[in-house]
C-alpha cells in the first residue's frame, strides 16, 4: 500500500515551458487534490476532483489543468511556465471531501519542488 | 486577515517536555477542525480530525481540545521526542455558499525539539 505517489519529487522549468505532475493513489479514494506551498503561506487548493471524469477549480487555478481519467490518477499540467508557480506541488486523497467522518483525514503525497527560471 | 491564526509561529524546547499550540479561527460556519503535522521537506500528516461537538481527541501523545463558541484549539504535545520537529498546521473546514465546505490551511507552527 503506496498511499500517494507524486513524481518528479524536484524539476526546474524555463519559463514557457510545459509539464505534467504525476499523482497516483492505490487507496481506491473518490476525491484527489492540488495544493501548492509558497514559503509562509498556507496550502492553497489548485484543482480537486470528486470522482474519476468529475474537476473543479479551487482558490487559484489559473494557469494549470487537471485531468480525472481513472479513480486512481490525477496530473496537474503547466502548460506556460511562469516564475509565480515557483512552489512546492502537494497531491492529496481523501475518502470524502468533508473527510469528516471516522476520523478520514486527507493522505498527501510528499510533494514536488518546481523552480521556474 | 487570515481565518485561522497560530500561535506561537514557532518554539523551541527541550526533549522530553511538554508544549501547547494554539489555534484561533473566524471561519464561520464551522464544519471540522484537524491539525496536521509537517516534516521538513514532506506532505502533511493528519493528526486529528474534531467536529463541533467535539472537545478533545488524543492520538497518542498528541491532544487535541477545541471550543466551538470561543472558536479556539490547542494541540499538546506530552513528552516531547526529537522526532516531533515539525510545523504543526491547524486547518478548519467551513460551509461556503452552495455547501461546499472548504479548508483554510493556517501557516504552523515551527516547533523544534532539542536534546
Known amino acids: 500500500n503506496a498511499g500517494v505517489t507524486q513524481t518528479p519529487k524536484f524539476r526546474i522549468l524555463k519559463i514557457g515551458q510545459s509539464m505534467t505532475l504525476q499523482c497516483a493513489q492505490d487507496m481506491n479514494h473518490n476525491y484527489m487534490y492540488w495544493y501548492r506551498q509558497d514559503p509562509g503561506m498556507g496550502l492553497k487548493l489548485i484543482y480537486y476532483s470528486v470522482g474519476a471524469g468529475i474537476t473543479d477549480k479551487g482558490e487559484v487555478p489559473n494557469g494549470y489543468n487537471v485531468s480525472r481519467s481513472t479513480t486512481e490518477d490525477f496530473p496537474l499540467r503547466l502548460e506556460l511556465a511562469a516564475p509565480s508557480q515557483t512552489s512546492v506541488y502537494f497531491c492529496?486523497?481523501?475518502?470524502?471531501?468533508?473527510?469528516?467522518?471516522?476520523?478520514?483525514?486527507?493522505?498527501f503525497g510528499s510533494g514536488t519542488r518546481l523552480t521556474v527560471v | 486577515k487570515n481565518q485561522v491564526e497560530q500561535s506561537p509561529q514557532s518554539l523551541i524546547i527541550l526533549e522530553g517536555k511538554n508544549c501547547t499550540l494554539q489555534c484561533n479561527y473566524t471561519v464561520s460556519p464551522f464544519s471540522n477542525l484537524r491539525w496536521y503535522k509537517q516534516d521538513t521537506g514532506r506532505g502533511p500528516v493528519s493528526l486529528t480530525i474534531?467536529?463541533?461537538s467535539e472537545n478533545t481527541k488524543s492520538n497518542g501523545r498528541y491532544t487535541a481540545t477545541l471550543d466551538a463558541d470561543t472558536k479556539q484549539s490547542s494541540l499538546h504535545i506530552t513528552a516531547s521526542q526529537l522526532s516531533d520537529s515539525a510545523s504543526y498546521i491547524c486547518v478548519v473546514s467551513g460551509r461556503n455558499a452552495g455547501n461546499n465546505r472548504k479548508l483554510i490551511w493556517g501557516l504552523g507552527t515551527s516547533l523544534a525539539v532539542n536534546p
Open positions: 474534531m467536529t463541533f
Open positions: 492529496a486523497s481523501s475518502y470524502s471531501r468533508t473527510a469528516a467522518v471516522a476520523n478520514y483525514g486527507y493522505t
